[in-house]
């Protein structure tokens, strides 16, 4: 079975302030992970994945193995970033996508 | 491009009955897939179809059903509706089959069952 945890609901913080967003995952063959964004009236979208190793609006994430888990950082958030995101996974081996409950990230000015 | 496309946007049924939800894929997308999103939770995946053939089905009843036609479009059919099946239906067509490849999301069905 495949499984995402996002432990938290809500992350609440000034313009400026670094943002972790957590997310760990179980999956026991090699997963794919992914970061998902909606932002307030749009459309869930695509963030970024793991397997690019990409900065994307100044986010990052990095997989660890050794602690399965797949946080979404950023050093200085922007009130832009106030959106609601889900960490998803797959496995290499099947089509289903699998996401966690989301957590509302809120930047305040 | 309107990118997904999903209709309806609303659906008020009433328990027992059936419904229809609609989808079409970005032009040039071949897989399409289907996630059950209830209020506070993520979405959670339903059916994937790539080339007309199911692909892949998460743990949802018989009572869930689909179909992807020549033209890529899709329909999900749920049967016997409860209440519990009130949700945010989203449809989500990618260029390959393999959901590791991006996935684009259409606005949703709202359905509320009465």
């Known amino acids: 079975a495949q499984r995402v945890t996002q432990p938290e609901k809500l992350l609440s913080v000034f313009k400026g302030a670094p943002v972790e967003l957590k997310c760990n995952y179980s999956?026991?063959?090699?997963?794919?992970l992914f970061w998902y964004v909606q932002y307030s009236r749009q459309r869930l979208q695509l963030l970024l994945r793991?397997?690019s190793r990409e900065s994307i609006k100044g986010f990052t994430a990095d997989l660890n193995k050794g602690e399965t888990s797949f946080h979404l950082k950023k050093p200085f958030a922007q009130e832009e970033d106030s959106a609601m995101y889900y960490c998803?996974?797959?496995?290499?081996?099947?089509?289903?996508?699998?996401f966690g409950k989301g957590i509302t990230l809120s930047v305040r000015p | 491009d309107a990118g997904v496309t999903q209709s309806p946007t609303h659906l008020i049924k009433t328990r027992g009955q059936q419904v229809t939800l609609r989808c079409s894929p970005i032009?040039?997308?071949?897989?399409v897939s289907w996630y059950q999103q209830v209020l506070g939770q993520g979405p959670q995946f339903i059916f994937q179809?790539?080339?007309?053939?199911?692909?892949g089905r998460g743990n949802f009843p018989d009572r869930f059903s689909a179909r992807q036609f020549p033209n890529y479009s899709s329909e999900l059919n749920v049967n016997a509706l409860l209440l519990g099946d009130s949700a945010l239906y989203l449809c989500?067509?990618?260029?390959?089959?393999?959901?590791?490849?991006?996935?684009?999301f259409g606005p949703g069905t709202r359905l509320t069952v009465t």
């Open positions: 793991h397997i």
């Open positions: 179809y790539y080339e007309k053939e199911e692909r």
């Open positions: 989500a067509s990618s260029f390959q089959e393999r959901s590791s490849y991006e996935q684009y």
């Open positions: 999956y026991s063959g090699s997963p794919e």
């Open positions: 998803a996974l797959s496995g290499l081996d099947n089509s289903k996508l699998t």
């Open positions: 032009s040039g997308h071949k897989s």
